[in-house]
């Protein structure tokens, strides 16, 4: 019985807690919200209602916006009192509503009313979620849609909660140059004696000042005298487009503006953060080149004016709390490494509708100005040819890795104008052309010397073969050869530098089917017995394929295998292509240097040993026998030949 009781008392108490839990949820809310009940009168009305909106009220019937505002869809209003219209109408040069254009007056109307109805506390509800899912949601979560028109788009507006500058406090201080409090549109306070005014299709929020209309991203850094040279760049890329066919068949030829950038700085839906550098940093930046760029800014090639700005810019909008906490990457069109630390490098702000805008004091390179590739750009003065071959084949190609930054080394041998000679690129025909390309590949050298701290005597690797460094001279397979002009780079980036030549280097063809390692062997009588035996089991045809295999052979002269009494004609097939085959390696290799070291597989998967170099340079074989080559470093279009004066 005392149990019966006992669960009874319980269940009665489980139901007023949950009762008591309920009524305290339901009046908080309604002391939340608190409206000032005016629940049959739309916003209009609620307006009209009070002297001191007046003006405001004017403004909407001169556009016959009463009912399309009171009747035909949900708003916040941010209600501008008398004195913000009539401020509005001096900083406008206006002396009277009448004398307003339309446009502007719709401009200034929609800008007041937010589609939907927001409380305060959706307002605040709206970032804390955003807040408790962590990451740059709360950033984004603050921002609101103004009303739209035809022809008049509706404008991105902040709008700021105590929450925010309880956790966000300088990031809006670096943005408008002051703390902020309480409810804030912009950096307007909400009245908070005089919000949640509620009415039959919305609410309304009572402004303290008045309320500016903030321009686009293109127009804010137009307006700011410290961004001008960003702006005249901007400006090349802008176009213009007319507008939509309406239903009744009628062309809208007003002409909107856009621009052919990455991110369309005139499209009001689109959110972006832009970091622009000032007139300053952009000047400090080029200052080194400008002799080289015919002493002006206008000269700097419009690609790379594009590459500049594409490069500053980032989706949706971020805080500078958000940039130093989530290390976000610049990009030009698909994300790339960071150059610089984006947060320790802005000075202010531009305020902008569509768009976050920091002031810069440096510059962000973009892939291309942070590559070895960038110095034939920013020198074209010099280097017109080569800026003419960049610009116009595919020379360039894989010197700037765009999505990472993280650019392949490399080192360019860059023959000036006076020593290109005649006829210039431009004029040169196809076939000529093509030649051209291939020597200017074969300065490309796929390594940054600079990392040794300049040349050093060793190959280095190009498309078309490797070239040999030795005592200020280059030389080709061929043995010819080209000097430096300049000990030092002309340009220095985190892959390579470029260095001043006098003279082209001859390519190795890699589908030279006259110099295979094939056709190495067979036009040497020294290896006579080793080509016999490399035909004899079908090696002889793989060695003579270009395309995608190299190799390496170490080539048993006749004198080393009759000294070794090695029966090769006695030899069972079998026998005889396992020992071929120990001779030969797939890949190409370069020895002498001594920069390879370690172990590689001939074809019968066996270890060979390399080590030393130069003059130690030797091979062990698989049967412990240490051999150094005769004649090494042969190149081949499709591999390497080494003669060696034993065998394995």
């Known amino acids: 019985m005392k149990t019966l009781k006992l669960r009874i008392l319980l269940f009665l108490e489980i139901i007023f807690l949950l009762f008591f839990v309920a009524f305290r949820c339901t009046t908080a809310f309604e002391d939340h919200y608190n409206p000032k009940r005016m629940i049959d009168s739309n916003i209009i009305q609620v307006l009209e209602n009070n002297d001191k909106f007046s003006d405001f009220v004017k403004i909407i019937d001169k556009l016959e916006l009463r009912v399309t505002l009171g009747e035909s869809a949900l708003y916040t209003c941010l209600a501008p009192t008398n004195d913000h219209v009539q401020t509005f109408l001096q900083q406008s040069g206006y002396n009277s509503i009448d004398d307003i254009p339309e446009i502007e007056l719709r401009q200034y109307v929609n800008y007041h009313f937010i589609n939907g109805m927001y409380y305060k506390y959706d307002i605040q509800k709206q970032y804390d979620d955003a807040l408790l899912r962590g990451g740059v949601n709360p950033t984004r979560a603050i921002v609101f849609k103004t009303r739209n028109e035809y022809r008049l788009p509706g404008k991105p507006l902040r709008i700021f909660t105590p929450s925010f500058f309880g956790n966000q406090q300088d990031d809006y201080l670096s943005l408008y140059n002051k703390n902020g409090g309480g409810f804030m549109v912009e950096n307007v306070m909400i009245l908070e004696e005089e919000s949640d005014i509620e009415a039959s299709n919305g609410v309304i929020h009572v402004l303290e000042t008045p309320l500016k209309i903030l321009p686009r991203s293109d127009e804010a850094i137009m307006n700011d005298e410290e961004t001008s040279i960003y702006s005249e760049w901007i400006e090349k890329h802008e176009t213009f487009t007319l507008g939509e066919i309406d239903p009744e068949g009628f062309v809208d030829t007003t002409k909107y503006k856009s621009y052919t950038?990455?991110?369309?700085?005139?499209?009001?839906?689109?959110?972006?953060?832009?970091?622009v550098p000032t007139n300053k940093a952009i000047e400090t930046y080029?200052?080194?080149?400008?002799?080289?760029?015919?002493?002006?800014?206008?000269?700097?090639?419009?690609?790379?004016?594009?590459?500049?700005?594409?490069?500053g810019i980032l989706n949706e909008l971020w805080f500078k709390s958000d940039i130093a906490r989530n290390n976000p990457e610049v990009n030009t069109g698909t994300f790339i490494q960071r150059t610089i630390d984006l947060a320790s490098h802005i000075t202010g702000s531009i305020l902008a509708s569509n768009s976050i805008i920091y002031k810069m004091d440096k510059m962000i390179e973009p892939p291309k100005l942070n590559s070895v590739e960038g110095g034939i750009y920013m020198k074209y003065s010099k280097y017109s040819q080569w800026n003419w071959m960049f610009l116009n084949t595919t020379l360039e190609a894989g010197l700037t890795d765009g999505q990472y930054s993280q650019h392949a080394p490399a080192t360019l041998l860059v023959q000036p104008d006076d020593v290109w000679g005649s006829p210039p690129a431009a004029a040169l025909g196809s076939l000529e052309l093509e030649e051209r390309l291939k020597e200017c590949r074969t300065s490309i050298l796929n390594y940054n010397v600079l990392e040794d701290g300049g040349f050093q005597k060793r190959y280095y690797p190009t498309e078309n073969g490797y070239v040999l460094y030795d005592d200020e001279k280059i030389y080709d397979y061929t043995g010819k050869s080209v000097s430096l002009i300049t000990d030092e780079p002309t340009w220095e980036r985190i892959n390579g530098g470029i260095f001043e030549v006098d003279g082209f280097l001859t390519p190795l063809e890699k589908n030279d089917t006259s110099r295979t390692i094939y056709r190495l062997i067979e036009t040497n009588p020294e290896l006579s017995l080793f080509r016999n035996a490399c035909d004899d089991v079908g090696i002889g045809s793989e060695l003579n394929l270009t395309g995608f295999f190299t190799y390496t052979v170490f080539a048993p002269t006749n004198s080393a295998i009759l000294n070794s009494g090695v029966d090769i004609q006695g030899m069972e097939?079998?026998?005889?292509?396992?020992?071929?085959?120990?001779?030969?390696?797939?890949?190409?290799?370069?020895?002498?240097?001594?920069?390879?070291?370690?172990?590689?597989?001939?074809?019968?998967?066996?270890?060979?040993?390399?080590?030393?170099?130069?003059?130690?340079?030797?091979?062990?074989?698989?049967?412990?026998?240490?051999?150094?080559?005769?004649?090494?470093n042969i190149q081949g279009s499709n591999g390497v030949l080494h003669l060696i004066g034993e065998v394995f």
Not at 261 to 275: H, I, M, V
Not at 286 to 311: A, C, G, H, K, W
């Open 286 to 311: 080029f200052e080194p080149y400008l002799p080289d760029l015919y002493n002006t800014l206008d000269s700097v090639p419009r690609f790379l004016m594009t590459q500049i700005i594409n490069s």
């Open 261 to 275: 950038l990455r991110r369309n700085f005139a499209d009001e839906t689109l959110l972006s953060t832009l970091f």
């Open 573 to 632: 097939e079998s026998e005889l292509l396992e020992w071929v085959q120990s001779y030969v390696v797939v890949n190409r290799y370069i020895f002498t240097d001594g920069v390879f070291n370690g172990s590689i597989n001939n074809k019968n998967r066996e270890s060979l040993l390399i080590e030393g170099a130069w003059d130690s340079f030797y091979v062990k074989s698989p049967f412990g026998n240490t051999i150094v080559p005769e004649i090494s």
